[in-house]
Every structure is written in structure tokens, then in C-alpha cells.
């Protein structure tokens, strides 16, 4: 890909277009591995924000990250597209594999990885700037220059994000002006831009209302056979209306006898929607999401 | 956004006490208080203005010698090439404003960096560099001016130009770390992630995202910076050395009359400053919409 020309690094991340041609033939029940974590631990200084996080994510499924608040839901979530890596005190250990290449493998380069994993934020946050600038900003500082290409990429990402016929003529209008739900779209048009191959939401719809909701989970089921999706939400009825799977995250507190209980994020229970709302194996799993607790 | 909250705030304060004005205009006799309020606030722009405005009318004065300080006649002369009438003053203005654009670029790049590093991060001291800030602004000049004079001396720097150039960056470079600091302070931290996040590295994060937001401060912290720099006195007096700048020169001339062309030069410093505040105003009021 001409992307990782321009890098000048050998970032080595494997192609998801040529799994992509092929996914068509394969049954639907073959499942294709696109994050592997294994025995994850996040700290922040002396701080152990999550602790041993194994999970495996699918391509083209919707994968949900629930938990209450502390659990480490959206710190692991940072950790799938190297954010974390942007707070100096962070550290990680354990490995995470994307497409079989070690995420945090000494010759990766970050800027390559989150071209390739976008995130959407829980705050629509489009730059001060035009509705198109804010689209075109990604294509641009990876190099793309002609104007008729842009172009292009702004109306199919907008028209993939369901903008595009609510904002077409006005382009150049700030992209501050939207509305909250249209901002956030503009923000997953602006993430989409760059052709990535996993989009990580970090609780999408936490400020919007519910038809602004709604328009979102919409979305996500129409790119979700073009992406990989992983979204932390609190909320658990999106959880099962928009998610394949879900991971359960709770906090585990170690009570210490001299009185200063230590608290990390923990992941309780894994598996198919269904399974985590119908049938949970954990007794936590089964409290949160009745509803007794959290 | 805080943008949006940044242009309210300007729109607001335009019509002050905005309640009571609206009060006003409901019923047909302005209330008492409105009227006194009305009437105190002009008065202290009078109080603000008229030295200023005796200033810009005499150097329109036709004085026959030096001594500018009663009105003779209406003339446009100072403003030609008799402005150039004293060398010694046309140097100093020279070097007033080479000190001046100096001391702002030196400070605005300095200062920018300390009020991210304050803004942006927590650290070990941090809240000691906050506090070495508004000390330093706070600090009488007279202080900084001897203490700076000892240090120049202590290190046998001959004092001149550069001496007064490192002084006004020291003292300005405050105002623009906490200027730039406020709008820090203020900044949505997701952006910089999500500029990231499209895959631009740190140096395109900053100029991409990073300094158009806090370029408000920066513009602010540099305006402040050439504002009091330019004018300074206390501190330029005592690391100068033989070198003159524009102040200097009036105090050392005051004994032997300020002829029109002061008047001239500060006229003309004053219409550039109105005009740079009017730009950014209006600058600001643009990159808001």
C-alpha cells in the first residue's frame, strides 16, 4: 500500500484487502482473528489500571466492551491502536497481536498503526475547521494532495458515515456547527477517510440522544462488513442491539490490611452476545447485567 | 466547545451590563442607575483617552521651538521628512522597535513552550514553574532591573542592545506562558489523540491542530509582549548602557523641551497598536465562525 511507502519505516502489518477478497468464500462461520491480546496488564505509572486481559476480536464483527466505570474497558480499548503509548507514564505488558504481527513489536510503527486502527471518541470532537477540511484532514497528512481525489474520498466517507446528504451543501461550513449526532458522524467520516481496518469507538452515543443513537447503531451495522468494529458503551440494551460479542469488565479490589485497597480492571467473562445476556457463565457477568449491580 | 464559548463571551461584553440595558429599552424612561452607570463609564473613558488625544493634537502643533506645550498652529509638517529632524531620536526609535520585535519573537517562542509544558503536563515542580510565572510578572521592575544589571555586570557582558534584548525576553516571556496557558487549559485533549489517531506525527499534530487552538493566546501573549516592551523604561535604563531607546531618549530630552516629533512617534505607535488589536479582533471574530 502506498501509505506505508510514504512511512519509510518497514512497519510489516499484514494486508486486511487480501483477507478481504477472500472472506466471501469462506463460510460465515470462519472466523478470522484480528486482535489477539494475550495476558494484557496496563499500568499507569505504579497504578495497575487492568490486569491479565486475554481476548480475541473477529473481522467484521461488532465486539462490545461493557463494564462499569474503572473496569479498564476503554484502556485496553487505547491500548488496540497504541493511544496509551501518547501518555507518558503507561506502560503495558503482555503482547497483542494484530493479524498475527505483534502490535508493540520493536519495528511498528505507531503512526502506522493508527492509520490502520481508527478511534472514535466519546465526545464528538471535529477539528475547528470546514466539514470537508475536517474529512480530508487524514488523506491529506498521509499525503494525498489532488484535489479531485480528495474530493472524492470526502463524499464517500461522508456518504458511508449517512451525512453526506444532510451536510453536501455546505462543505465548507464549520464543522462546529453540527448538531452533537452529526458531529460524531462527521468524526467516524473523518476516521473512515483513511481507510482503516478496525474502527474503535470509545463510547460513540454517551452524548448524543437517542435518535442520534440510533442513527449511529445503524451505521455501524451498514460498515460492518467493511470493518471491524470494537465499541466500549455503557449501555447495555446497545450492547445487544449492535454487538456479535461482549466482553464484560469488572473491578476486582484487593483489600490490603493497612487499609489502602488496591483496585485494577478486570475481564470477567467473554463470549457471544447472546450468550453473555442469555446465559452467563459468572456469577458477576450475571448481576451486571440483570442490573443488580453497576 | 470552547470556541464557541470564546466568541459568546466577545459578543456579550460588547453591550455591558446587558440585562439592565435590556430593561431599558423595555420601558420608555431609562431607570436612574442606568443613566448614572451610563455616565460613569464614559467618564472614565475620557479619563483613559485625553491624554492620548492631547498627545495626537499636538503633534499636529506648529511650535517654533522644542518647547510643544501651547498650540500655535495646525500643521501636517512632522509628519514628513522633518520627523527625521533629530538623528538621535530616529536611532532610538530604531532600536526601540528592533528591541521590541526581538523581544516579542524571543518570547513568544520561548514563552509558547512554557505555558504548553504547563498546561499540557503534570510533573515534579510543576506547580513551583506556575508560580515563578506570576512571580516574575508580579515582581516591582526595578527589582528585575538591578538584579539584572548585577548579573550583567557580575558576568562583565558589555551592556547595549543585546543586554536590553535578553532583559525584555525575560520579562515578557511571562505574559506569554500564561496567556498561552489559560488557552491550554482549555484545550480538548481528544483532538490532538484524534489528529494522531489519522495518523500524524507529533510535529504535524502541533502545527495542524495544537497551535491553531491555542493561537488566540499566542497572538494575545505576543501583543502583550510588544506592548510592554516597547515602552519599558525602569529595567532599559539600567542594562542599556550607552544605547538609547525611544523612552530613554524622551526622559533625557524632557529637560530641554519634547519637540512634535515625540508626539509624532507616539501617535504613530498608538494607531499601530489600535490597528493590530482591531486585526486580531477581527481575526478573532473569523476563526471563531
Known amino acids: ?294 | 466547545m470552547t470556541v464557541d464559548t470564546y466568541s459568546e463571551r466577545a459578543r456579550d461584553s460588547a453591550p455591558a451590563a446587558s440585562p439592565a440595558a435590556d430593561r431599558g429599552r423595555r420601558r420608555p424612561r431609562r431607570r436612574w442607575g442606568d443613566r448614572l452607570l451610563f455616565a460613569w463609564t464614559w467618564l472614565i473613558i475620557i479619563w483613559l483617552a485625553l491624554p492620548i488625544a492631547v498627545m495626537i493634537i499636538f503633534s499636529f502643533n506648529n511650535p517654533h521651538g522644542r518647547f510643544n506645550f501651547t498650540w500655535v498652529g495646525f500643521t501636517l509638517k512632522w509628519y514628513g521628512p522633518h520627523l527625521l529632524d533629530y538623528p538621535s531620536l530616529t536611532t532610538a526609535m530604531e532600536n526601540s522597535l528592533i528591541v521590541a520585535f526581538a523581544a516579542t519573537v524571543g518570547s513568544v517562542v520561548l514563552g509558547t513552550l512554557v505555558g504548553l509544558a504547563l498546561g499540557k503536563y503534570r510533573f515534579r515542580g510543576l506547580g513551583t514553574a506556575n508560580l515563578v510565572q506570576f512571580a516574575a510578572i508580579s515582581a516591582p521592575d526595578i527589582v528585575l532591573a538591578s538584579s539584572l544589571l548585577a548579573f550583567f555586570v557580575t558576568l562583565r557582558v558589555p551592556l547595549g542592545l543585546p543586554t536590553i534584548i535578553v532583559a525584555h525576553i525575560m520579562f515578557c516571556l511571562s505574559f506569554v506562558a500564561v496567556t498561552v496557558r489559560a488557552r491550554v487549559l482549555t484545550l480538548d485533549r481528544s483532538l490532538e489523540e484524534a489528529a494522531r489517531d489519522l495518523g500524524a506525527g507529533p510535529w504535524a499534530t502541533f502545527r495542524l491542530v495544537t497551535l491553531p487552538l491555542i493561537f488566540p493566546g499566542v497572538l494575545a501573549g505576543a501583543l502583550l509582549a510588544f506592548a510592554i516592551s516597547i515602552d519599558d523604561f525602569v529595567v532599559t535604563s539600567f542594562v542599556s548602557g550607552s544605547t538609547q531607546t525611544f523612552p530613554l531618549w524622551i526622559w533625557s530630552a524632557t529637560r530641554n523641551g519634547l519637540p512634535p516629533q515625540v508626539d509624532v512617534l507616539g501617535t504613530l505607535i498608538f494607531v499601530g497598536g489600535l490597528l493590530i488589536a482591531g486585526g486580531s479582533a477581527l481575526f478573532g471574530r473569523r476563526g471563531t465562525r
Request: proline share 5%; with cysteine; charged share 25%.
Open chain 1, 1 to 294: 500500500m502506498e501509505q506505508q511507502e510514504r512511512d519509510g519505516v518497514t512497519t510489516r502489518l499484514p494486508e486486511p484487502a487480501a483477507l478481504a477478497d477472500t472472506s466471501a468464500e469462506v463460510p460465515e462461520k470462519h472466523l478470522v482473528p484480528v486482535f489477539d491480546a494475550k495476558s494484557v496488564s496496563i499500568f499507569y505509572g505504579s497504578f495497575r489500571a487492568v490486569t491479565d486481559v486475554s481476548l480475541t476480536i473477529y473481522e467484521h464483527e461488532i465486539t462490545a466492551f461493557i463494564g462499569s466505570s474503572g473496569s479498564g474497558k476503554s484502556t485496553v480499548l487505547r491500548a488496540f491502536n497504541r493511544m496509551n503509548d501518547l501518555v507518558p507514564i503507561a506502560h503495558m505488558d503482555g503482547e497483542i497481536d494484530y493479524r498475527g504481527v505483534s502490535l508493540y513489536g520493536p519495528d511498528v510503527s505507531p503512526v502506522a498503526v493508527r492509520r490502520r486502527i481508527g478511534m472514535v471518541f466519546q465526545k464528538p470532537n471535529p477539528f475547528p475547521k470546514s466539514i470537508y477540511e475536517n474529512v480530508a484532514y487524514g488523506p491529506r497528512i498521509n499525503g494525498i494532495r489532488k484535489k479531485s481525489h480528495l474530493d472524492e474520498i470526502v463524499e464517500s466517507s461522508l456518504q458511508k458515515a449517512a451525512l453526506w446528504d444532510e451536510v453536501k451543501d455546505r462543505l465548507n461550513k464549520s464543522g462546529l456547527g453540527l448538531s452533537g449526532g452529526q458531529a460524531q458522524r462527521l468524526c467516524i467520516a473523518r476516521t473512515l477517510a483513511v481507510e482503516p481496518d478496525v474502527v474503535l469507538m470509545d463510547e460513540p452515543c454517551s452524548a448524543l440522544d437517542p435518535i442520534a443513537t440510533g442513527r449511529i447503531e445503524d451505521l455501524m451495522h451498514e460498515i460492518k462488513s467493511q470493518y471491524t468494529i470494537v465499541i466500549v458503551t455503557h449501555n447495555m440494551q446497545q450492547a445487544t442491539r449492535v454487538s456479535d460479542r461482549t466482553a464484560f469488565f469488572s473491578v476486582l479490589r484487593n483489600e490490603k490490611p493497612g487499609g489502602n485497597d488496591t483496585r485494577t480492571g478486570v475481564l470477567v467473562e467473554y463470549g457471544t452476545t447472546q450468550q453473555i445476556f442469555e446465559d452467563p457463565h459468572d456469577s458477576r457477568t450475571q448481576a451486571y447485567v440483570t442490573g443488580r449491580i453497576g
